[in-house]
Structure formats: structure tokens, C-alpha cells
């Protein structure tokens, strides 16, 4: 994905997974699961505030 935002922070324990498109109606990546704005502060956010977001991911990918 040329644009993806995500794929920036592979070596970042990132849950991208180079698949990112937000086009759905919740706005979140149908690849990882996060938003967009989830995806552009992941290198910066603190570890609880990734494994908070990481926790929800599984339940958001199936819902798509």
C-alpha cells in the first residue's frame, strides 16, 4: 500500500499488517483494526496505551 500509514511502523511493534484501508464506516483499518489517528501516534504512545488499544483490535477486525 503506497499510502499506508501503518506499514511506516512495522518495526515498531506495530499490529499493521501492510493492509490499510480505512474506507468502512467505523473508520478503522481493515487490516489492524486501529483508526487512522491510532495508526499516525502509534510510535509515540505509551505501552498500556497500546496494549489498550491491542486488546480491542481482535473484536474490531471480526466486526468488519
Same mark, same amino acid.
Given at each position: *500500500? &503506497?499510502?499506508?500509514?501503518?506499514?511506516?511502523?512495522?518495526?515498531?511493534?506495530?499490529?499493521?499488517?501492510?493492509?490499510?484501508?480505512?474506507?468502512?464506516?467505523?473508520?478503522? =483499518?481493515?487490516? =489492524?483494526? @486501529?483508526? /487512522?489517528?491510532? *495508526? &499516525? @501516534?502509534?510510535? /509515540?504512545? /505509551?505501552?498500556?496505551?497500546?496494549? /489498550?488499544? @491491542?486488546?480491542?483490535?481482535?473484536?474490531?477486525?471480526?466486526?468488519?
Amino acid at each position: *500500500a &503506497q499510502n499506508c500509514m501503518c506499514s511506516l511502523w512495522l518495526f515498531n511493534d506495530s499490529p499493521c499488517i501492510d493492509v490499510c484501508d480505512y474506507s468502512g464506516h467505523r473508520g478503522w =483499518c481493515r487490516g =489492524c483494526g @486501529r483508526t /487512522k489517528g491510532e *495508526a &499516525q @501516534r502509534w510510535r /509515540k504512545m /505509551k505501552p498500556y496505551e497500546k496494549n /489498550k488499544i @491491542r486488546d480491542e483490535l481482535s473484536k474490531r477486525v471480526s466486526s468488519l
